[in-house]
């Protein structure tokens, strides 16, 4: 009933959802024909504006579908948490629309990175946010994107000390580790010292803002998702 219609034009029909057409519709319509990503993330800014959770999960889980969690996070989910962060910066509202995205995106894809089914690692990679990094969403999505690659993981997650870090690393000697600071503070060379050496040695993969490439020569820095997955894919022998 809305196939041809314009994204913006598709985005207001389902605002307006009374019932008569079913969100997955209205999201196979809109995911089917938007070629352009741009367009495919305002439909969802005005849906977040409008707070319609069921739409946006409805959206976001058709794409991750059609797309993979890779093209999805770089394509649909990052430019939209940049222009909601935007408005939350030029307005000084919109928080509750953030906090909204942020919890559906991380439960899908929490879903996507499920069990594995015959992984291809035998021991698992390490994902932690490194010191006081609270900012764990990029965590997840290369948890995700891992699992697509059918690479086990071990999530730490947000807040996750060095102690806790070296721990892990002595009792289940990962391939890899990847850890994620996204603010200057959180990213200190220093820590990466403070890893037990062990044989093999694991890859060391550092991602997001926080670490200064001058000063991180004994690990390897990515600059996106793509780059820390075939950063892991490498050391797992994939």
Known sequence: ????????????RALAFDGEVSPDAI???????????????????RAARAYERNFIEVLLRSELSARGITNTWNEVIVPLLILIGDEWAESGTGIETEHLVSEIIKRLLQE???SIQ????????????????MHSLALYALGAALSERK???RFLGARTPIEA???VVKRSAPPAIFLWAQLDKNGKPEVLGEIPS??????????GPGWNRKEVKSAVLVDDLLDACEEIMR????
Do not use: F, K
């Open 1 to 12: 009933m809305i196939a041809g219609v314009s994204p913006a034009e598709a985005a207001q």
């Open 27 to 45: 999201a196979n319509s809109i995911t089917n024909d938007v070629a352009i990503r741009e367009e495919l993330v305002e439909t969802l800014i």
């Open 112 to 114: 996507a990175n499920s």
């Open 118 to 133: 015959n992984p291809i690692n035998a021991r698992p990679v390490l994902l932690a946010c490194i010191g006081e990094e």
């Open 151 to 153: 690479i086990a993981t």
């Open 165 to 167: 870090i070296s721990a």
């Open 198 to 207: 062990i044989r093999p040695a694991p890859r060391v993969v550092l991602g």
């Open 235 to 238: 050391a797992v022998g994939a």
